[in-house]
Structure formats: C-alpha cells, structure tokens
C-alpha cells in the first residue's frame, strides 16, 4: 500500500536528460512510458476478470507463478474501447512488489530522449491525480508521455 | 453430507476425482500392510507400520465422508477403531492381518463400483460387522508397570495416554529416568525449548514436556520428562539451559519387581541400540524453496497434459500421445508425491502451541480471579509449522477469553452446583484436510439478552428487535461488538472475537461457537493442515472456474430443483436440516465483462454456520484438486470474497474464493466484514 518506489522515474538512466521510453499506441495516439519500471511485454489474452470499483481494471492474468493485475489504458484515459477481436499487448511493470500490466493495442518502439516534456492541459473529465507527464516530439508528431507513479497513486 | 450418499454420486468430475485420490490412499494403506506384515513376520516392533496405516485410515475417514461416501467412510471408522487398538498395543495376529487385508480388498473393490457407477453396497456392512467384533477382542496390552518408579503425581496425571505408554516401554528396557529442569528466557523461549530438547534428543528420549509455575525474575521454568541410558548432568547443555536434574529411576533394576512376563532382559543383553532416525534442523525456508519449485513444476506439467490431451481428441488413434499419456500421468503422480513428501515434512504437532496455551492459563486464572485446569486433546494432531503459528493469538485469545468471562468465580460455581475448579480444553482431531480444533469451557456461557443488549446499544441491530440464538452466535463476531474496552458488558464473550475471525480466514479456516447458558460455550476452529497446498473443489460457475478450499465448505449439495422456492428476494432451499438461503456468485463477483446470466445452477456448497449458513450456487463441480494460492496485486487484495488466485497450468488464472467472507458479505448487507 506504499508510495510506488521512487526509482519508476529518475533512476537507472545515464546523463541527467537522457531517458528511455517505451512507445505504444491507443487508437491513434502515440504513448510514452519511461522503460525503468517495465518487466516486460506480453501478449493478451485468457484474463481472468475481478471486480472492482474502478472499472479500468480488467483482471488478473498469470505470469510465471505470479499474478499480474491488468489495468486497461484504454478504459483508464476514457478512451472508446478497442474492437472485439482486436489484439492487444500488455506492458508488465513492478512497484513495491507487485505486477502491474497496462493493456495497450500495439507497443511500437523503444525511443531515447533528452527533451524536457512540455505540459500538457488537464484533459476534462478524468479523475484523480493527472496522467500525464506531458508531450515530447517524436518523429513529426508529438507523444504524450504517461505519469506512472500518478497513475499508481489514483488507483490507491 | 448429500442425502443421497453414495448411490448415485455427482456424476463426472468430483467421483473420478474421487475414486482416484481414494484409490492412491489406499495404494498407500497397502504399502503400508505390506511393511507391517513385514515387521510382524520379522518378529520387530511395528508401532510405526501400525501409526502409518493408521493415519491413512483416518484420511481417507475423513475425506469419503467429506465428499459423501458414507459407506466408505463408515469402514473406514471400524478400521481405524481397530488400528487404534493395535496402537495401545492389542495383540496383532494373522486373523487381525487377514482382516485388515480384505478391509482394503473390499475398498478397492466398492471403488471401482463408485468409478464404473454401479451401485455397490452389500460387501462393505459385512466387513465393517467382523472389524467390529475383532476390535472387541483386542485388549491393550499390559505393559510394564511404573512401580518403583517415583514419578510426582501431577506429572503422571499430566502424561498422554501415548506418553505414558512410551515411558512404559523404555522403562521396560531398562532406561533411567530423570526430570531435567530447564531455565528459558521468556523472549526467546520456543528457541531454548527447541535447543534444549534437541540436545537432550542426542542422549536419550524426551517423554514429556512439562509446564511449571512460572519462575521467579520472568523467566519461565520447564521440566523435561527424559529417558537415558547414561546417567545425565547439567553440562551436557550448552549455556546454562538446564538449571537441575532429578533421577527419578535408575537403570533396569528394580523395574521389573511385581510385574511377571516384563522382568525384561538385563540392561546388558539390550545391546543393540535402537535403530536411531537421524534428525536435521533445516530452515523451513528450504522446503518452501523446494515446494514452490515443485508446484511451478506441476503447473508446466499440468499444461503439457492439457496439451497431449487436446492432441488426443483430435486424433484419438495418435501413436505418440499413445506413448505419452501413461508416462506423463506418471509423473504427475510422483510429482504429487513429492509435494506432499515435502508438505509431510512441514508438518509438526499441535502440542507446542497447546503448550504455550497452558502456559498461560494458571496465571490469567489467578488473575481474572478463577480457579481452572487446562485439558488437552490430540495434541499430537499433525499441522503445518506456519499454519500453528498463526494459530497460537487466536488459541490464546480464546483462553484468555474463556477464563476471563466464561468460568466464573469458585462461589458463584458452587451457587451453581458446579465443580469449585473450572475446565478449559483443547481437544484437536484432524479432519480430512483440515484440523478442527475445539476450544470449550464449562462456565456460565454466552447469554442471549446480554448480546441482544449489547448489539442494540451498538446499534448493530434495531432498537427492540429480537434475535435468534444463531444471529447471536454472528452477532458477537461483528466487528465493533467489542470496541467497548476492557470493561466486559457481556457476560459471556465478545473481547475481539472479530479479530479472532479475521486471522482464522487469513488461514482459510472458519470458526464456529455453541453455547448453553450456565452450562458453557464451545468455539471449533477448522484449519487446513497446510497452506501450501490447500485442497479445493474446482467449480464452474457463470461459464468461469473457481476454485473453493475443500476446508470451507460444510456440505455439497445437489440440487433438486422442486425444492427451490424464493422469499424476500432470497432463494431458499428447502434442506432437510432445515431452510437453506442460497446465493448466486453472479450477484456477488460479477465483473463488468459481460457474463452469462444464471446458469443451470445444479450444485451448492454450504458454508458459514448458524445465521449465516448459506449455499452458494455453482452450475458444475470439475473436480477436487490441491491448489496453490497466489496472492493477489495490492490493488485487488482486499476483495470481499476471493482470498487469491491460482494457475492450473491451462488458459488464465482461476480464483480462490474465500466463501466465509462471502456469505458474511451478503448476511452483512454489504460488501464488508
């Protein structure tokens, strides 16, 4: 029930600008998220469904003897969910212990930047702590960069 | 137990489950005849063969009757009456070795009737009558008598029938006999309890164990019942541990004095020394290491079963899955072995924290201003380390409980026409997969209007409201029934007992409490034997599968839909013990995924007892299968209702569900507890 450990964000990258990002899609939305607290990526599928009061939490799902809890990015951002049939993938990452997987439609890149992130405005209509880190360039778009230890601490 | 019993059981899945864990048991029981005709023929003592086939004896009790095979079960009584003869050392014969043999012939034989579904009944009666009628011939036998031996009275008196028989038998081979007095820091107590007996293991027997009055600056002294073949002195123990010996009887001697056919052979003709099993002291670490290796290593194992057989179906006349099958059933079965060799391995008896118990309850008397003596029972009833451990608060609590507000003061006792000493006992049995231990106490018991009082000013309950003995009985779990402080308003119980309940389904057990005003009140915990692997019925329900620990469950029922009627919202059953109230997983676990609705609902499994017994509806039983429990993310741990989850080694995980919390969630009106 702790803070997530502050190690998700600032650690584990060399010079002080430099981070890793893992990019992923929803929809058509390009997504960002730092690569220090990621285990590793999965595919979805045989969920086991658990209720709960917030509805982004899909399930739990096993993963070599350990029980990963599935939270649905789409559900979370109030995004319209994915069609019927359509694949998804499962980013797993670990805080305090326990497995954390984000379902995403489709991991695309791992990407390197130094860009200090440009704040983002509060998007209407979500609860808890914001989301967001904020939205670097990336190609010629821009990627909006999640929050992980905001997003841990709105579902405590 | 279904009404239906035997005869037609549940078809598919739970009978073939089953008949197979039936049938390894009783594989089990004949290696284990086989080793005792063995030790009998060889002319050596067999007390461990009997103690093996014993213990097999008493599960597969306890589990025919469980899953309702009352025939079985009923046998398997009768044969363990005998076998528990045998080990108050009846005389074993050939006759009495027949006997058991065509008891296990006639298992066998009525379980291939429930696998193939045939009625089978006939057999079963006829040997049940013989065991009957040979247990009542067999006689304990006449052992060495303690004459000459000047064991203090309240020592001997606090001797297990089991103890005292071995302290017989050793002193019938002429070992010495000493009390060893222990000196052990009170903090650090179960370690010095352990080291000191663990020495005294290398130099002789350790009998008994024996609580003192406490001693004196708060540590806490203990004597050591020990037989030895050397004299023994204080330095044999590292550290001051022992503070005094006392011989209570030299070597052979005059042990044989007044006790013809036991005059016993001299000390020195003994020679042999007894085959000594080598002990080792190893981490409980360790074996969870190799027990959770073990369990991944069934899953993957169950995964390639589900595998072949996919591939069978398909392509039933496939050569190679031909091959596979038998030798991957094989080693599940070894694998299975193995996890229950090492699970064996974990388990140690009751007796320490009966003992920790019985520490505590000459001073909380003294204190509470009671007199009461502790009894207890089964305490060599095998458990899990962890799972006794859990079990010490709980035990205490209800003792303390017991003397503080059950047994009353020795005047009013005797105002009473009671005994002037109270009695608190502890009386442990195993049950099938579970332990189930009683914790009773002959006082003035729980007191209806005092609850109803008490849950009124609480607000638990409306103003004026009457209740029954059995939402009494739920009422004084209810957390904030006690919150009131020390100052016991009750005049039974009610100190805590929440919490009492919370750490008995931490451990996947329940309690339970009976009460007679004036005469007493009983709690029965059930706890299963091991945490590591808790047996559990596999249950298909709204199209998913749970998995329900086997130690929950009360009763499984199949249901006859002409009995079904509802009642204010509530679906009643109408059972022969009495109206069941049932429950529907859908209305308590339904996710937001869409689910199939209702369902043929053709089962329940009954759990919770009194006001809250409640069977909760499932459409399917698959089968009975040892499931490990993982636990879940923190953000789902706290679910009302599921106490984990596990992976059966095919698509997804299944959850555990935890069906006290269940039923106490829809008795409470909501989702807490």
Redesign the interface.
Known sequence: MDAPAPETRESGTGSPGARCILAFTLETQEFGLPLDAIVEIIAHGHVTPVPHPEPAIEGILPLRGRMVTLLNLRRLLDRPEREAGSSAQIIVTETSGDLLGLVVDTVTRVMTTSAIPEPLERVAGLDGPDPFEGTVRSGDGRMILLDLPAILRGLE | MPDEGGSPPDRDGSRREFVSEAEEILERLSDGLRELERVFAAGTPHLEAVNTIFRETHSLKGFAGLLGFPDIASLAHELEDLLSRLRLGGALDGTILDLVHESLDALFEVLGCVRSGAPARGDLGTVSDRLRRATATLVPSPVSSLDGVDLPPGVLASLTEFEERRLRELRGRGRRLALVRLRVDTQRLEDDLAEATRRTGEMGEVIATLPMAAGPDGGVALELLVTSERPLRPDDWPRGLVSGIREIAAPGGHVAAGTPGSGGPPVAAMGEPEAQSGTLRIPVSRLDDVL?RA??LS?AVAALEGGVRAISERDPEDRLMRVVDPLLRAIATRLKALQRGVIDARLVPLEQVFRKVGRLVARTARAAGKEADLHTLGADTEIDKAVMDALAPPLMHLTTNALDHGIEPPEERQRAGKARRGRVVLSACRRGPSVVIDVIDDGRGIALEAVRAAAETRALIAPGKEITRDEAWDLIFRPGFSTAGRVSVVSGRGVGLDVVRRSLRRLKGAIEVRSVEGQGTTFTLTVPISLALVPAIIVRSMG?RFAIPVGSIRENLRLDGSRLRAAAGDEIYDHPAGPLRLLRLDRL?????SVEPGGEGRYALVAGGGARRTGIIVDDLLGRQDVVV???????RD?PG?A??T?LGD?????VLDPEALVAGANDGRARS
């Not at chain 2, 676990?589 to 995924?593: F, H």
């Not at chain 2, 993982?630 to 789902?636: D, E, M, N, Y």
């Not at chain 2, 698509?651 to 959850?655: D, I, K, M, Q, S």
């Open positions: 959770v369990g991944d899953i998913r676990l339904a996710g937001r995924s993982k636990p879940l993310g923190r953000w789902l679910r599921i984990g989850a992976d698509a997804g995980a299944v959850l």
